[in-house]
């Protein structure tokens, strides 16, 4: 593994298979080839046949991913780059949400962005009291998301919620996150693993069909009719704000935003 780029990892044991995002020193933020990692394996899960749940979770107990590392969008000239980037990224999250088993995502402290959009495409969810949940990009980038993926938050969290994460850039508690329904359970971070294997071997022993097309029909009603939205990424991505707020974040001060 390059400390530099991480690596997603697969593991299949007795019928459940770990996917790990694996660059702690980074919280576990994206860079590119880490998605086209995510992408293959859940490619792969796809046809396990013998994999009954997959757990999704990141390395290092400090976050699960907090988000795409924000370095690799430097290279990013026009809205066009952006809508490109959020295509890329919803196929992605559109083939974690297609996976046939159940899918449960482990969080231990920062849940972010891309990390957020993971989450949220999987079944179930379990989390440390220390977990946070969030889309800054208000205060950092001045981007955007694909309309699929606000369409899965609003879906888990409610729509007010997601307008405080999406335009104050608050981040959700895993208290709150509980009391509305986006986390099955909240659990101490010695028992968050007992608490996932029990989740799983509950998964495990139910219908698989009854599940696949349960979960199909739930991604059906989340994503249905969505508007043409290309307009709005490329408004944000093609934006002097959006340059402003990665220049800012590789210099480490504070972007000042000019709502151009």
Request: hydrophobic share 45%.
């Amino acid at each position: 593994m390059s400390a530099d780029t991480g690596e997603v990892t697969l593991h299949i044991d007795a019928g459940v298979a770990t996917v790990v995002f694996d660059r702690p020193q980074a919280r576990n933020a994206m860079t590119w080839g880490m998605y086209e990692q995510l992408a293959a394996i859940n490619r792969q899960l796809s046809t396990e046949r013998s994999v009954r749940v997959a757990v999704f979770r990141g390395a290092g107990g400090q976050a699960f991913v907090a988000g795409t590392d924000i370095e690799q969008f430097a290279t990013f000239k026009t809205g066009e780059d952006g809508v490109n980037y959020e295509r890329q990224i919803e196929a992605g999250i559109e083939l974690l949400c297609q996976l046939p088993m159940p899918t449960v995502a482990v969080a231990e402290g920062w849940c972010v962005g891309g990390g957020l959009a993971i989450a949220t495409a999987c079944d179930f969810r379990l989390a440390t009291p220390s977990a946070k949940f969030g889309v800054p990009i208000a205060k950092t980038l001045g981007n955007c998301l694909a309309i699929a993926n606000v369409a899965r938050l609003r879906a888990a969290f409610g729509h007010q919620r997601v307008k405080r994460m999406l335009m104050l850039a608050e981040f959700i508690e895993a208290d709150e996150a509980l009391a509305c329904g986006f986390l099955h359970a909240v659990e101490a971070p010695e028992t968050v693993d007992n608490a996932a294997a029990s989740l799983t071997q509950r998964l495990s022993a139910l219908a698989p069909v009854t599940q696949r097309v349960s979960k199909a029909a739930l991604e059906r009603l989340a994503t249905h009719d969505l508007a043409d939205a290309e307009d709005l990424i490329r408004a944000a991505y093609g934006s002097d704000d959006f340059h402003e707020g990665v220049a800012a974040f590789v210099a480490k001060r504070p972007p000042v935003w000019s709502g151009q």
